[in-house]
């Protein structure tokens, strides 16, 4: 997960970064945007998650999904975060839907909430950091979360249980970044690696510094160096399909964290996902969602053995 220098992939978009100043505001219009709303035919549901605005709109046999994202966005109380909530079906610059979603009679309500990124993030400081000699430090990492759209629907073919019932299920219709991320690769070559995301972070150590956005996730890294010299921080990898999204008592979100162990040999020996976000941190937490991927016991250890390599071998 702590790795040299990698073959990178081409960076279409700005690389998203977590070093927006502890100063701005941190109280958003609304720190709970996640939730769900019924919506008749021929009406329509909006959601605002920092630069990203989904509207989804409900017609006789399809719904429809309209996305736009403001450019221009600055992190001000107005703009950062509004609960999902009816909106006109009109009140959208684009004409064209990302997504037509066709249903025999279309359900009625739909679900918004908050996951985590499909791929892993590979992070890189905006400042050299050194981890001195038996020194053991937490890094607050931020990436931008994944605004889940879901229906509520009876199942085609479902038994049925009463008049005009039937066993229901939750179907997702799209996923969408509150920010675009950037591609990166992360590998010793070009045929040997995975594709990942990349975000740049500032690398902040002092919970109290972490300002709390409800766009973003924070990630707590601590990093343990037992070896007898620094450990020159220049990039880590953040497995984040492995790990759950929480909302702590403020509704910040969270996600367990990730644990790096160096041993006095000088490799990194150690890799542990933990349970949940550290209590001394979050306080108490709310799981939101589930780990897109689930690894335990020697295949976890293979896995990161794998990535911290970055030679392709398990």
């Not at 038996?134 to 607050?140: D, N, P």
Request: proline fraction near 8%; hydrophobic fraction near 35%; charge should be neutral.
């Amino acid at each position: 997960m702590l790795a040299h220098d990698d073959a990178t992939g081409p960076t279409h978009d700005p690389v998203p970064t977590d070093t927006a100043s502890a100063d701005a505001p941190t109280e958003p219009l609304e720190s709970i945007w996640w939730g769900g709303v019924d919506v008749p035919q021929g009406a329509a549901a909006s959601v605002r998650v920092g630069p990203a605005r989904i509207l989804a709109q409900r017609r006789a046999h399809e719904w429809r999904v309209y996305v736009e994202r403001d450019d221009e966005w600055g992190e001000t109380r107005e703009a950062r975060a509004r609960r999902i909530a009816r909106a006109d079906a009109d009140d959208m610059s684009s004409d064209t839907p990302v997504l037509r979603a066709s249903f025999a009679d279309s359900p009625g309500h739909i679900v918004v909430g908050a996951a985590q990124a499909d791929r892993p993030v590979v992070v890189r400081p905006e400042s050299p950091l050194a981890i001195q000699s038996g020194e053991t430090v937490t890094l607050f990492v931020s990436t931008p979360v994944w605004i889940a759209l879901t229906i509520s629907r009876r199942r085609p073919g479902g038994k049925a249980k009463g008049k005009g019932g039937g066993e229901s299920e939750s179907l997702r219709l799209l996923e969408v970044p509150s920010e675009r991320p950037t591609d990166t690769w992360f590998g010793p070559n070009t045929r040997t690696g995975e594709l990942c995301y990349a975000t740049r972070t500032s690398g902040r150590l002092d919970l109290a510094d972490v300002p709390q956005r409800p766009h973003r996730i924070v990630t707590p890294v601590r990093i343990e160096n037992k070896a007898g010299d620094a450990l020159e921080f220049q990039r880590v990898q953040v497995p984040l399909p492995l790990l759950a999204v929480y909302r702590d008592a403020g509704g910040a979100l969270w996600t367990n964290g990730v644990t790096l162990t160096r041993d006095s040999g000088g490799d990194l020996a150690a890799v542990r996902v933990d349970g949940s976000p550290p209590r001394t941190v979050a306080g108490g937490v709310e799981r939101l969602s589930e780990p897109r991927s689930v690894v335990t016991g020697s295949a976890m250890v293979r896995a990161f053995g794998r990535l911290l390599r970055g030679d392709g071998t398990a």
